[in-house]
């Protein structure tokens, strides 16, 4: 078979066409559009549409509300993943030492990730409840708190509410790539270093670390991606609020599009958005390329 492909390369080629078209229909185009909306005032109250150029682009730099927008996003999104990254870290550290019950409980721990968004948002409102929540009832209990705390009306804790719910979440998948990573780390080396007298830290800190380190940052890192498009958790629990506290970029960019009715901002901030994440992957991707470069000298 691998000779046939490598005789006839158009052959294999092709096997690839029903592939590039379904992504050109379902993700270039899309985007493509999304991208020249930006540069119209498009919008279905109006019939039509005009070219503006920059207009838009410049309107959302001088928005207070779409820095505040911003901001919100990388502060949720970068607590969320590197809580979950340390969390996911620890239970995999865990799992990977073969205690009693190790595989029910990474069974039971994916049933969280395989519930579905809008079930997780209905829940996280009820836990959070100021008047009948569980987590408001545990903490007076405990007494952390001398009464039930309104999460959803005060700001900072609005933001808890959604970056625990975004933790919750990734958790599953951070650890169960953690623990493939830490499981293919060479036997071997543990026990040498073990033979030499390097401590359980020691061995973590200068061996297993370095040796598992890019899996981590890569799966933390299509972490935060995926919560830099979650509209779910903050439309359902919070809406936005209060006053914009929890409004992260993919909900702005829906209310812009669907509850202000205008494409065109909406596309400006979809454009901006999408090349930030871009020039991030390109210093990323420049980062690691570098690494490698000196580690090859």
């Known amino acids: 078979m691998n000779a046939f492909l490598r005789a006839h390369p158009w052959a294999t080629l092709s096997l690839f066409v029903p592939t590039i078209m379904l992504g050109l229909v379902m993700l270039v185009l899309p985007f493509l559009n999304g991208v020249l909306l930006a540069f119209t005032d498009a919008s279905p109250k109006s019939r039509g549409f005009a070219w503006v150029g920059l207009e838009n682009f410049a309107y959302i730099f001088e928005d207070r509300n779409f820095w505040e927008v911003a901001r919100n996003s990388l502060t949720i999104i970068a607590s969320s993943t590197l809580i979950a990254m340390l969390l996911g870290l620890a239970l995999a550290l865990l799992l990977n030492e073969g205690l009693r019950g190790t595989r029910?409980?990474?069974?039971?721990?994916?049933?969280?990730?395989?519930?579905?968004?809008?079930?997780?948002?209905?829940?996280?409102?009820?836990?959070?409840?100021?008047?009948?929540?569980?987590?408001?009832?545990?903490?007076?209990?405990?007494?952390?708190?001398?009464?039930?705390?309104?999460?959803?009306?005060?700001?900072?804790?609005?933001?808890?509410?959604?970056?625990?719910?975004?933790?919750?979440?990734?958790?599953?998948?951070?650890?169960?790539?953690?623990?493939?990573?830490?499981?293919?780390?060479?036997?071997?080396?543990?026990?040498?270093?073990?033979?030499?007298?390097?401590?359980?830290?020691?061995?973590?800190?200068?061996?297993v670390f370095p040796l598992i380190r890019n899996v981590i940052v890569v799966a933390a890192l299509l972490q935060a991606v995926r919560l830099f498009q979650e509209i779910t958790l903050p439309l359902v629990v919070t809406a936005g609020g209060p006053i914009n506290a929890t409004t992260t970029l993919s909900l702005y960019t829906y209310k812009l599009a669907f509850q202000q009715w205008d494409f065109g901002l909406a596309g400006a901030v979809g454009a901006v958005w999408s090349g930030a994440l871009v020039v991030a992957a390109g210093l990323y991707a420049w980062m690691v390329d570098r690494r490698a470069r000196r580690a090859d000298r």
Request: net charge positive.
């Open 104 to 207: 029910l409980f990474r069974t039971l721990i994916f049933q969280g990730w395989v519930v579905p968004w809008i079930a997780i948002a209905v829940l996280w409102g009820w836990l959070f409840n100021f008047d009948y929540g569980i987590v408001n009832h545990v903490l007076v209990l405990a007494g952390v708190f001398d009464r039930s705390a309104n999460w959803l009306a005060d700001g900072a804790l609005a933001k808890i509410v959604i970056i625990s719910g975004f933790v919750w979440r990734i958790i599953p998948f951070m650890m169960i790539t953690i623990l493939a990573a830490l499981q293919g780390v060479s036997t071997e080396l543990i026990e040498a270093a073990k033979i030499d007298g390097a401590t359980y830290r020691q061995r973590l800190r200068h061996i």
